[in-house]
């Protein structure tokens, strides 16, 4: 019999257990649980419930033992940055802090005045994000920091509680801003200037390392399968390129979820000066390789939108009103810091337009074309930066993840970007964390193998350019430029 693998993968709306197999040389892939998750203000701050996640994780494992399997293996994704402060007793010091609390919004400016930008991204080879858990650290109580035995990353936490060992996992321990890209270890000048200390991270390990069997106290308390905890790519995107099928021979990748996370898979970092201008990041991935890519807002803005209409029309009939729509209506900044984290972001959108001076978009359709369209753009946009700063052009974007189910969207980016958009699966974050267990248990030899299976065991769909739209995105990277230079 196939050996039985589970994907714990949590972003930041919702998680879920997915159940998956080898057979006859094709992933199954199977939904065993799915619960919510969200941050609420606590303390005066945007807190995640770990506590919850923990429970949801039981119960889905009491569902999977009681489905008949009985044996698996389990691995743990979810989003980066955030991190949790666990004292000498072995107990978490508080709820962990959304890395969408406003407490970092200067924290940019504060610590490179001490360290210039230049000196951290030669070091670190990240991406300048307010939300870094270099930032929060800098913001974090001192208090508590001074009572802290270990900061683990919030997948490595919560693999500490199921299983007692605590490990740093390295393609989340990059997103920190604070591992040196050469030498692989936490870099003692940053740790310094946030009053860190390099013990209080436990080791870091790579993808595939065995993290241990679920405590037994956990057994006592459910009726749980026996469980052996992987350490998989822990940060979702990571997990998500490994599940990534890599069509074509330059291909690139779009992690398409609440965050869009474009990029290119490298075998040595790209941190050189343009990198550096267009903030580029050189996050670790899988098997010694770095996911060169760029956070765009993504996906998060239709679903506030979505939220913002009451929820009467799901993402599907949002994104058919947005067809019925023209698209370029206007242009918009998806990634401008104003639609983070939004008190309403209907009106933010349409108060960018009326600023911007130009065509406010009012009913449903007109809100998700305009959503869609410039997303498109942006994604078309970063895929020229991206093709300048590694001096070849991308022939293939492999689109990944929920954002792979919009039509409207993938047709657009092809047209405008003018290369060929390969969409699916859906489910590449869970595919990639079982297959990263598979590797790490011998089922499968190595991830140029696995893409193999994922692109046959999953259906992908091709969207060609349809003519030209280069006239249009000419025209976008203008307002962009324009609208940075007023804005400054």
Same mark, same amino acid.
């Given at each position: ?49 770990? /506590? ?47 890395? %969408? ?5 200067? $924290? ?9 930008? &230049? ?86 390990? /790579? ?42 021979? %330059?291909?690139?990748?779009?992690? $398409? ?7 290119? &898979? ?99 359709? &007109? ?75 011998? /089922? ?6 696995? %893409? ?15 003519? $030209? ?20």
């Amino acid at each position: 019999m196939a050996k039985t693998y589970v994907a714990v993968d949590i972003g930041a709306s919702s998680g879920r257990l997915m159940l998956s197999q080898l057979v006859d040389g094709k992933l199954k892939l199977e939904e065993m649980h799915r619960f919510k998750n969200g941050f609420t203000k606590k303390d005066g701050h945007d807190r995640w419930d770990i /506590d919850h996640l923990i429970q949801e994780i039981f119960t889905g494992l009491e569902k999977i033992k009681k489905a008949g399997y009985t044996e698996i293996t389990l691995g743990i994704d979810t989003w980066a940055v955030d991190y949790v402060l666990v004292g000498k007793d072995g107990e978490r010091l508080n709820d962990p802090v959304s890395y %969408r609390d406003a407490r970092t919004q200067e $924290s940019i400016e504060k610590l490179t005045s001490e360290l210039p930008k &230049e000196y951290i991204y030669e070091k670190t080879g990240i991406q300048f994000l307010d939300f870094n858990t270099l930032y929060q650290l800098f913001e974090e109580d001192q208090d508590l920091l001074a009572q802290t035995d270990k900061i683990l990353m919030i997948p490595d936490y919560i693999g500490y509680v199921l299983t007692g060992n605590a490990v740093t996992e390295v393609t989340n321990a990059s997103t920190t801003q604070m591992l040196s890209l050469r030498e692989g270890l936490f870099d003692d000048n940053l740790l310094e200037k946030i009053n860190v200390k390099q013990e209080q991270f436990p080791k870091l390990v /790579d993808p595939g390392t065995n993290l241990g069997e679920l405590a037994d106290k956990w057994h006592q308390k459910y009726d749980l399968p026996k469980t052996k905890v992987v350490t998989v790519a822990t940060h979702d995107t990571a997990s998500a390129v490994v599940g990534t099928p890599a069509v074509g021979q %330059r291909w690139s990748y779009l992690s $398409s979820g609440t965050w869009s996370l474009i990029g290119a &898979e490298l075998n040595v970092p790209e941190n050189g000066e343009a990198a550096f201008e267009h903030n580029y990041t050189n996050e670790w991935g899988a098997y010694g390789t770095y996911r060169f890519l760029k956070n765009i807002m993504g996906l998060w803005i239709i679903q506030n939108v979505k939220e913002e209409l009451d929820n009467k029309y799901s993402f599907a009939e949002l994104a058919g009103l947005a067809g019925q729509e023209e698209p370029f209506q206007q242009f918009i900044d998806v990634n401008d810091d104003r639609f983070q984290n939004p008190a309403n972001m209907i009106q933010e959108l349409q108060a960018y337009c009326r600023e911007t001076g130009q065509k406010v978009p009012e009913t449903p359709g &007109e809100i998700a074309m305009a959503v869609y369209s410039n997303l498109s753009l942006y994604y078309a946009n970063e895929l020229e930066i991206l093709g300048n700063i590694l001096g070849y052009k991308v022939d293939a974007l492999n689109i990944v993840g929920g954002g792979s189910n919009v039509e409207i969207m993938n047709q657009l980016t092809a047209t405008i970007a003018g290369v060929d958009v390969y969409a699916g699966p859906s489910e590449a974050t869970a595919i990639g964390n079982v297959i990263v267990q598979m590797i790490a248990e011998g /089922d499968i030899l190595n991830v140029y193998l696995a %893409r193999r299976i994922i692109a046959d065991s999953f259906p992908l769909k091709k969207y060609s350019p349809e003519g $030209s739209l280069q006239y249009k995105l000419n025209e976008y990277q203008a307002f962009l430029k324009e609208t940075k230079k007023t804005t400054v």
